[in-house]
């Protein structure tokens, strides 16, 4: 385990280092697979189909935004598409802008989950997707997996009509092939069982990782493992839809393994030194469990510094309490002195750090006032 710990501890040190790398890298990887599939179920439009030019398209959907990538793969789709044919390329447009008005535009990042779909769907690895999406996300993502299943069998759709239609113009012709489209998509039993079970594994997912017990993450990837197995492989028996058993084991199996190594990356704990912890304020009583986890920094807490007593602190200089002393005598010898007149008041004490006050009591005399004539103040040439 603690080589585990090790080996992830210098793959996460790693990532973090050349983490706009790996992002651009893996947005290159999964935009060159969208195109892929797109170009092997259309392959309508002969220029998109150059490996020259899918891998150009793919590094520039490397630099742009997430958003951005969807708008290209789905201009893309109405390429080829407008290739096979005008009506059908219209058609496809109108779903699509339906789509961005009704979800997409509220949710764009979660365009990418539409897209998973559509790359992942060849290989059978579709199945991760609701793995990952209930262990990472929330169960929202379940709307653009559902937009993406449909958009692959709509895609299915229209190329079976469109091949039936060929060239011809006439509106009969063109609107029987628009109404099989729908009676395809209508009667599609697989597009459902797929929605359901992608559905139930996303909510099962998430539901299980959020149980207060150990290991409940891993439980939560096996469980949704074993019911995508369970759904689609009982469901394609009872609703007569004909399922790759052998493709949905191996796919699922490859996408839990993958959801464990992103999970065990993400975060790791150790269980077995996991601690209840009680506490309260003046509201609440609080009951927490606490699990350390594994292969962090730990945290250093910072040494206190010691307070010192006033017995431990350094005293103070005696020249300066010396001089504050003196001072004040002097003042108060010399206003004891002089009762009338102008007051001399001694040097000041030279100038050095601030003291605060000291209490020390001076005695005032006041008797200059008893030699003042009052009679003899003129009162006219005074300012006030």
Request: charged letters at 20%; one cysteine or more.
């Amino acid at each position: 385990m603690n080589e585990l710990l090790e080996y992830k501890g210098k793959l996460m040190k790693i990532y973090h280092e050349f983490e706009a790398y790996f992002k651009v890298a893996a947005k290159f990887i999964f935009a060159l697979l969208t195109l892929n599939s797109i170009s092997s179920g259309l392959g309508y439009f002969e220029v998109l189909n150059l490996v020259s030019i899918r891998l150009f398209i793919a590094v520039v959907c490397a630099f742009i935004p997430v958003p951005m990538v969807v708008f290209v793969m789905v201009a893309v789709i109405l390429l080829h598409l407008f290739k096979l044919s005008v009506i059908f390329a219209a058609l496809a447009l109108v779903v699509f802008l339906m789509m961005y008005l009704l979800y997409l535009k509220f949710a764009p990042s979660q365009g990418m989950y539409m897209l998973a779909v559509v790359a992942l769907a060849p290989f059978h690895l579709d199945v991760a997707i609701p793995l990952i999406a209930g262990m990472f996300f929330t169960p929202v993502a379940i709307i653009p997996m559902a937009i993406g299943i449909f958009t692959v069998k709509f895609l299915s759709a229209i190329s079976g009509a469109a091949a039936a239609l060929g060239t011809s113009t006439e509106i009969d012709a063109i609107v029987a092939s628009i109404q099989s489209v729908a009676d395809k998509l209508m009667g599609d039993k697989e597009m459902v069982l797929y929605i359901i079970a992608f559905a139930a594994v996303t909510v099962l997912v998430y539901v299980v990782k959020k149980l207060p017990f150990d290991y409940s993450w891993y439980a939560a990837i096996a469980a949704g493992a074993v019911l995508n197995i369970v759904m689609l492989a009982a469901g394609g028996s009872v609703l007569g839809v004909e399922i790759s058993i052998g493709g949905v084991l191996i796919g699922t199996v490859a996408a839990a393994l993958v959801s464990a190594l992103l999970q065990f990356l993400e975060c790791t704990v150790d269980y077995k030194h996991k601690e209840f912890l009680e506490f309260e304020d003046d509201d609440y009583y609080y009951y927490v469990k606490a699990i350390p986890k594994l292969g962090s920094i730990p945290y250093e807490v910072p040494a206190k510094k010691e307070r010192k007593s006033s017995a431990d602190k350094k005293p103070e200089s005696n020249s300066d309490s010396q001089t504050d002393t003196q001072w004040i005598s002097e003042l108060s010898e010399t206003m004891a002195k002089e009762p009338s007149g102008d007051t001399v008041v001694p040097n000041k004490k030279p100038a050095g750090k601030a003291k605060a006050p000291v209490n020390t009591p001076i005695q005032d005399d006041f008797g200059g006032f008893d030699s003042f004539d009052f009679d003899d103040f003129d009162d006219s040439n005074s300012k006030f």
